[in-house]
């Protein structure tokens, strides 16, 4: 597993699992959250962003990679024009789009999210789109150059797990890109669900900032991520075996010996 | 999945020798496995059609028709092909229409076709695959083109299984009004197709390897594709099938992907078969094709004698043909040409959807009309 590495965005990841920074009773918890967690990407709203070393910004370790998102964008103009404001405060050029005009259930808009992330990848940014499991628009964002594909689990907030199971299944089937399963993971247990499918990370924040212990925590989602990981690489076995059959309805025409 | 441009950088990934590797280390826990996944790896594929599953043929056909049913329901799709002419230039060493054959050829009139074409329509096919032999200058794409659209008012659809063409051959024929494609691969073995096609434009292997993207890129519908069993080991034409549809099936989405699975006798023609697939191989093959593709029709022509297709329904065969003749004008015209190659099931339409009924299936004429034509 030392050389299992995650390539995103022209950088080498040994951690698979990406944190958040809201949602914390006290942002200093932030840089003991990041160590327990072993994790080396965490996004952060640029709606919450002061200016260097100001604000939350101050309590990220700089070894961490930021992967500031547009939350607050109702359209993917207001996505790009975030994204251009976190390049130029410094935040770098990895972008996480979120493109919600819902405020109820806050799922993200697949058609403005598709359409920024074809604006951002032609402003050469590395973009991460944040969607629903959707084939359709995984796919767009897959053709507009996006890096990778952040498809929810279940509504954002919730700690509700993969309730997006199967569409997430589909996505890690069918789209070439890493599959960052972003949103709704509410336990450990469900993490490493997610990397047993063959996710290629996932972006777990309220779990582990609403904890009662959120250093913890972040622990139980790093072991978990990793024990995921681990399983999808060694191949599930598989989940019983059919035993011997006293007769053979389909085959029986063809005897038992070979007859070519 | 690693995808490439081309199926031909994609099967690059998996060398002969490793696939010959991949199958003789495959053993039962994969096959077990396998047949235990929902989405099944090349790996996975390979393994169910390895010497390893021979044992588990039962749970593969179990597991097979499950997958059957619960894609296809209990249904099947009947055509029949009509072959336009058997003038070729190629000299497939296995082929009836090979140039060297002396024998009385016939090339039909779009007119003559048209004929021909009604009384299919009169026995109440629907769709209809439309075949030539490959005389580029007597059967050019425009010959083709013009065939199709004479003939398309009489059915729902049309299917071409013609030689090589361009992308933008098969646009036009999309306009024509062909919304399916099949061509076989014959033998995913460069080598071997080489010294198969010795002569003529099909002796072009990468060509043709890439004809199934050209059809896709066009827009037709449905591509279909197959390697003529007998020609190299069964265990590498198979694998290299199945992985030819898993390509096509991730690059073109929108395509129904059809797999066809064509059997040489072991003693056709003056051809000699040298590894000729007996009936638990040609069975695990179909097994193992509808575990890793289960959305992909899969097709059994009159090659194979009626038992073996009515035993294959149930297992996972989606599309079978009826009332064929492989000779040109052999059905209305006086015919006094060869066919491509000798049939094994002479049963009419009536009597293929009887026997389909009496297998509790239902034969469905009918399963799709193009509304696009020019």
């Not at chain 1, 109820?104 to 808009?109: K, M, Q, S, V």
């Not at chain 2, 299919?120 to 032999?133: K, R």
Request: glycine share 8%; net charge negative; aromatic share 8%.
């Amino acid at each position: 597993m030392a050389d299992d590495i995650l390539h995103l965005g022209g950088a080498q990841l040994h951690s698979r699992l990406f944190i958040g920074t809201g949602k914390y009773g006290a942002d200093s918890l932030i840089p003991e959250v990041c160590a327990a967690a072993g994790a080396e990407v965490i996004t952060v709203a640029m709606r919450r962003v002061e200016g260097e070393s100001k604000g939350i910004q101050g309590h990220i370790p700089a070894h961490m990679r930021l992967l500031p998102n547009t939350s607050g964008a109702r359209t993917a103009a207001e996505a790009v024009r975030l994204a251009k404001l976190a390049r130029a405060a410094g935040c770098g050029n990895w972008i996480k789009i979120e493109c919600i005009a819902d405020t109820r259930y806050l799922l993200p808009d697949g058609y403005e999210t598709a359409k920024a992330t074809e604006l951002l990848v032609k402003e050469g940014f590395v973009v991460l789109p944040y969607i629903n499991p959707d084939l359709y628009v995984a796919r767009d964002c897959a053709s507009a150059g996006a890096a990778a594909v952040m498809p929810l689990g279940a509504p954002i907030g919730t700690n509700r797990g993969l309730r997006t199971k199967e569409m997430l299944g589909i996505l890690i089937e069918e789209i070439d890109l890493p599959i960052v399963v972003d949103a709704g993971i509410g336990a450990p247990s469900q993490a490493c669900e997610a990397m047993e499918m063959g996710a290629a990370a996932c972006l777990v924040n309220t779990a582990i900032a609403s904890s009662p212990n959120a250093i913890a925590m972040a622990q139980a989602f790093k072991l978990a991520v990793q024990a995921g990981r681990a399983a999808y690489c060694a191949g599930l076995g598989a989940e019983h075996y059919g035993g011997a059959v006293a007769s053979s309805p389909l085959t029986g025409f063809l005897g038992e010996e070979r007859s070519a | 999945m690693n995808t490439q441009a081309t199926f031909e950088a994609f099967l690059a990934q998996w060398p002969r020798e490793m696939r010959a590797s991949m199958a003789a280390n495959s053993s039962p826990a994969q096959v077990l496995a396998a047949l235990n996944k929902e989405s099944l790896s090349p790996q996975d594929f390979m393994a169910l059609l390895s010497p390893a599953a021979a044992p588990y043929l039962e749970q593969m056909a179990q597991r097979a028709r499950a997958l059957t049913l619960r894609h296809f329901g209990r249904a099947v799709n009947l055509f029949t092909p009509i072959y336009v002419s058997d003038y070729c230039t190629n000299h497939c060493r296995y082929c009836g229409f090979n140039t060297n054959n002396k024998q009385p050829r016939r090339h039909l009139t779009p007119d003559e076709a048209f004929i021909e074409a009604q009384a299919i329509a009169e026995m109440g096919i629907q769709h209809i695959l439309v075949l030539t032999g490959e005389a580029p200058k007597l059967s050019s794409p425009a010959y083709i083109g013009e065939v199709c659209q004479r003939i398309k008012p009489l059915f729902a659809s049309v299917g071409i299984e013609v030689y090589s063409l361009t992308e933008d051959d098969y646009r036009m024929l999309r306009g024509k009004g062909v919304d399916s494609f099949t061509m076989f691969q014959e033998t995913y073995n460069a080598e071997l197709y080489g010294w198969l096609h010795p002569k003529g434009p099909k002796h072009d292997y990468a060509w043709r390897l890439e004809t199934p993207t050209r059809a896709a890129r066009a827009g037709l519908r449905s591509v279909g594709i197959g390697a003529l069993l007998g020609l190299d080991e069964f265990i590498q034409d198979a694998f290299c099938t199945g992985l030819h549809g898993y390509w096509l099936r991730h690059s073109f989405p929108q395509v129904d992907v059809a797999l066809s699975v064509p059997r040489m006798c072991p003693h056709e023609g003056a051809f000699e078969v040298k590894h000729a697939v007996d009936d638990r191989q040609f069975v695990q093959y179909i097994c193992a094709l509808r575990c890793f593709l289960p959305r992909a029709s899969i097709t059994v022509s009159t090659r194979e004698k009626p038992s073996m297709r009515d035993h294959l329904i149930p297992i996972g065969v989606t599309r079978v043909s009826a009332g064929v003749s492989t000779a040109v004008g052999g059905r209305k015209l006086e015919a006094d040409n060869a066919g491509q190659f000798d049939i094994s099931d002479h049963r009419s339409l009536a009597e293929m959807c009887a026997a389909i009924e009496g297998l509790g299936y239902q034969p469905v004429i009918k399963d799709w009309e193009a509304c696009e034509s020019e």
